[in-house]
Nanobody
Framework: VQLQASGGGLVQTGGSLRLSCVASGRSFSIYGMGWFRQAPGKEREFVAVINWSGDRTDYADSVKGRFTISRDNAKNTVYLQMSSLKPEDTAVYYC?????????????????WGQGTLVTVSS
């Protein structure tokens, strides 16, 4: 499986962005999908996860109520809608796929990673 993330950019505080992650391969619909981010000088952290069918989600406390993860299995795509963005949301955002369907929030449990897309929120 190859993952291609896009949609990052420069946005002002309070603005919105939608990230997309397109997966190659026929097994996308059975994978759990997650978004992670890594800010400069910081470790990678969990952002959001969605199960294979799209009816279960989980979020980091720091983004609850502001970010929404969703997926379209017909398009092999997972999305991250980000609203009310803050400067502390500035990071490279990565999508990842998990074969085990475990809804895991641990990056080490994911089997495939995209290349990342940079989100910069100006104050």
């Amino acid at each position: 499986v190859q993952l291609q993330a896009s949609g990052g950019g420069l946005v002002q505080t309070g603005g919105s962005l939608r990230l997309s992650c397109v997966a190659s391969g026929r097994s996308f619909s059975i994978y759990g999908m997650g978004w992670f981010r890594q800010a400069p000088g910081k470790e990678r952290e969990f952002v959001a996860v969605i199960n294979w069918s799209g009816d279960r989600t989980d979020y980091a406390d720091s983004v609850k109520g502001r970010f929404t993860i969703s997926r379209d299995n017909a398009k092999n795509t997972v999305y991250l809608q980000m609203s009310s963005l803050k400067p502390e949301d500035t990071a490279v955002y990565y999508c990842a796929a998990d074969r085990s369907r475990s809804m895991t929030t641990r990056g080490g449990d994911y089997h495939y990673w995209g290349q990342g897309t940079l989100v910069t929120v100006s104050s």
